[in-house]
């Protein structure tokens, strides 16, 4: 009888326990290269991060360039970062492209789609918001006009909470 009585009430406090934060899985952890010095998600906790997965033979991903470059300097002042991972096999190719743009966030390179695979990225470009504490809060598939919209207010929303301290409470 005690058994049963213990066993129901762990349950019952862990249940309890459990907090609206925890219903966002943790982001996978990554290392890679970019063009300066290798980058880590891990590095980047306390701020809200846009992961952008691109290739350069990808026509919607370079249409996505200008929109993160024009985010990173909008948000520039609040804790953001972007960090578009090129998945091309010739890391020529994403270099002749980035030297096209004014790039003012890290490109880093995953040639083997290691990390990729890691976020079961299913299409063209692929992106991510992860949270301050590292949790995977959306994800998006693709890039048009409407998604723009759909993104930018998710950064403001996310990024208003972060300034309110809400960050544990969304």
């Known amino acids: 009888m005690k058994t049963a009585a213990f066993s129901i009430l762990f349950f019952i406090l862990l249940a309890l326990s459990k907090t609206a934060s925890s219903d966002y899985p943790i982001a996978p952890e990554f290392k890679l290269p ?3 010095t290798p980058i880590r998600l891990s590095s980047l906790r306390g701020k809200l991060v846009y992961v952008d997965f691109w ?3 990808c026509r919607p991903c370079k249409k996505s360039f200008p929109w993160m470059i024009g985010m990173k300097e909008k948000f520039k002042d609040m804790p953001f970062e972007i960090v578009a991972i090129n998945l091309d096999t010739d890391k020529n190719l994403a270099e002749q492209f980035i030297k ?5 966030f890290p490109v880093a390179f995953d040639p083997e789609a290691k990390v990729a695979e890691m976020y ?9 918001l992860v949270d301050p504490q590292g949790r995977l ?3 998006y598939t693709g890039f048009w006009n409407k998604s723009k919209n759909e993104k930018e207010a998710a950064i403001k929303d996310l990024l ?3 300034k309110t301290n809400q960050t544990t409470l969304f």
């Open 34 to 36: 970019t063009q300066d």
């Open 55 to 57: 290739a350069s033979w």
């Open 100 to 104: 096209s743009q004014a790039i003012n």
């Open 160 to 162: 208003q909470k972060m």
């Open 137 to 139: 809060r959306i994800r």
């Open 120 to 128: 079961g990225v299913e299409g063209m470009p692929s992106s991510y």
